[in-house]
T-cell receptor, first 114, second 115 residues
């Protein structure tokens, strides 16, 4: 049973470009979470999604950031018009419907904005 | 809202020595508590968790943590560390009731085991 997959592992963008980060949850998991880890900091919650629904986006910046988890395919975190401050590691986690606490993390995507 | 404080950002320790990584939390509601470990360029792995019951929880690789409700702490300990324990350790909490599922993390403690 493959773990949570994220791609790309490393992404370099110039200021103003768009970044698309993908997350495939573990098989059978219907919940996806995105977290951001800035240098020297812990992970900060961004958004929680179920298939085709955003459940909680209280941690998402109000502009330029969006997330989706379509019926088919991976979850996507999209950052438009990236700025240097968006440089961070973005982690995806997934959990099954039946678990209220357990989250399994992917290896992360390290975004560098030049 | 919940918050987590990890007082020590860096902890160097010699191999086979004991170690304690401190974690304090603040919450107006009851929470579950977790320790995660992150090896370089990898994702987080769950090390151990406290949900209910015995306040002392153990991992398979010799770590243990004790939930202290009065001191709102969940310190991580190991009696004898190995070089392979070098990693970043994150303490996290989650509300134990309600629909909110997100984890709130501390800023992490880098444990470096020296030969």
């Amino acid at each position: 049973n493959a773990g949570v997959m994220q791609n790309p592992r490393h992404l370099v963008r110039r200021r103003g470009q768009e970044a698309r980060l993908r997350c495939s949850p573990m098989k059978g998991h219907s919940h996806v979470y995105w977290y951001r880890q800035l240098p020297e900091e812990g992970l900060k919650f961004m958004v929680y999604l179920q298939k085709e629904n955003i459940i909680d986006e209280s941690g998402m910046p109000k502009e330029r950031f969006s997330a989706e988890f379509p019926k088919e395919g991976p979850s996507i975190l999209r950052i438009q018009q990236v700025v240097r401050g968006d440089s961070a590691a973005y982690f995806c986690a997934s959990s099954p419907l039946t678990s209220n606490y357990e989250q399994f993390f992917g290896p992360g995507t390290r975004l560098t904005v030049l | 809202a919940q918050s987590v404080t990890q007082l020590d950002s860096q902890v160097p320790v010699f191999e086979e020595a004991p170690v304690e990584l401190r974690c304090n939390y603040s919450s107006s509601v009851s929470v579950y508590l977790f320790w995660y470990v992150q090896y370089p360029n990898q994702g987080l792995q769950l090390l151990l968790k406290y949900l209910s019951g015995s306040t002392l929880v153990e991992s398979i690789n010799g770590f243990e943590a004790e939930f202290n409700k009065s001191q709102t702490s969940f310190h991580l300990r190991k009696p004898s560390v190995h070089i392979s324990d070098t990693a970043e350790y994150f303490c996290a909490v989650k509300r134990s009731s309600g629909s909110a599922r997100q984890l709130t993390f501390g800023s992490g403690t880098q444990l470096t085991v020296l030969p």
